[in-house]
DNA sequence: TAGATTGTTAATCGATTAACAATC
DNA sequence: TAGATTGTTAATCGATTAACAATC
């Protein structure tokens, strides 16, 4: 979509399909570590996650040599070099634009705290919402996000504004200086130079259920 | 993934990439009707989405006929076709199973009722919540889930409790006869038959936006 | 009519998988 | 050693895009 190109450790692009499979990669694989595993073949790393085991074993190779043959993969190494390529070994800040209904449950959203992912700051224009504690964090109003963010440096900005909204919110976040943003709306935000823009579709995937379920369309038809 | 093939009206087998773009089809549409267009080229919506205007017709090929030459899309027959197609044309009955802090936001989700997305049971197994009024709802409990379908029959179940618990939620949504499932976990659910399964994940995309940020990842190394 | 834009075919590009030598 | 599993090459598969005749 935009010009996104990784290069790998050893020169070749990264497929964007591969860049998307790593973060379950290394979900699973702190699973078989809870379950007190030491090594896993990509055979089953690749069946507990419906893929081949090839492709496993390619998408791997793209950033250097991690498994032994006959003894497949060390657990604890492998989920090691994917923190480092998955940009795990730092802390990032993140700010929430929006304290409604989806803004409040991502600030406290564990997924996010039991990583290295830390909410430092909640925005809102709503003077109702201004003030409110939100896990600990007191929302600010969103006019003084430029501020604020010379105060705490934020990494990553979420956006869960209404769609009408997120259009401008995104503006303002660009010309902040934010260079990655988690965008939880349907908008389409394209365009911004230098800007990595996430989009986390809340209720797209349920149309493809829908079209599962109802599985008709229209015939040729019209003119 | 799973052997998700659907076939188009004209027998061709429908690329997962396109049915992925549909619902952003079909939002820019209404987004355009808003605006009093009438009608729009290919190489319009495609502009407005970050896609080749080649990419637009090839999509909708799959399913007929709907643009004219020299006068592009009628916008509202294309959105009454994307509806049709998404199998937006009858009312979706929703179940929450989780009424933690996603699962709440997801209950008042106004993307979903918005639409033809009806958010009917909620269930927990906390005895803390179950009885409280979420949106206009009463949280009942987990148990009672399969007595409770029979009342009142559901077409999409929607997966918002922690993800240990993932697993056996799907198993009980599974038995109980649920066709389709929404999980907002990080769990890996897979291997059921006949039951569609789409994943939400909340922090993935944060991964990626992490790795674009740091921007390293190791080199050859170990043995 | 002339020009714009469609739907579709063919060419290109990219991602997955099969096959297999290397190796533990 | 024999057998299992890796990393990688080559073949396949699928998705995107360029090109263009058809058509409004």
Redesign the pocket.
């Known amino acids: 979509m935009n010009g996104d190109s990784t290069i790998s450790s050893?020169g070749n692009?990264i497929?964007?399909?591969?860049m998307e499979?790593l973060p379950r990669y290394l979900m699973q694989l702190y699973r078989f570590r809870v379950i007190g595993d030491a090594n896993?073949?990509?055979?089953?790393?690749g069946e507990s996650l419906g893929?081949?085991?090839?492709?496993i074993?390619?998408?791997?190779?793209y950033f250097g040599?991690?498994?032994?043959?006959?003894?497949?993969?060390n657990i604890d190494f492998l989920i090691d070099a994917l923190e480092k390529i998955l940009g795990l070994t730092r802390v990032y800040n993140l700010a929430i634009v929006g304290a409604g209904n989806i803004g409040r449950a991502l600030a406290t959203y564990r997924g996010f705290e039991s990583r290295e992912f830390r909410v430092k700051l909640i925005f809102d224009n709503n003077k109702g919402l201004i003030g409110q504690d939100i896990g600990g964090i007191v929302v600010q109003d969103f006019r003084l996000l430029e501020e604020k963010i010379k105060e705490i440096p934020v990494d990553i900005a979420i956006i869960a504004v209404p769609e009408k909204a997120a259009y401008e919110v995104a503006e303002t976040l660009v010309k902040a200086g934010i260079k990655a943003i988690y965008n939880f709306t349907p908008a389409e935000l394209h365009h911004h130079e230098g800007v990595f823009i996430e989009h986390a579709s809340i209720s797209f995937g349920i149309y493809k259920l829908a079209h599962h379920l109802s599985g008709h369309w229209p015939r040729k038809s019209q003119?």
């Open positions: 050893k692009p497929p964007h399909a591969t499979r896993v073949s990509s055979q089953a790393l893929l081949k085991d090839t492709q074993r390619k998408d791997l190779s040599v991690f498994g032994k043959a006959r003894y497949g993969y003119r």
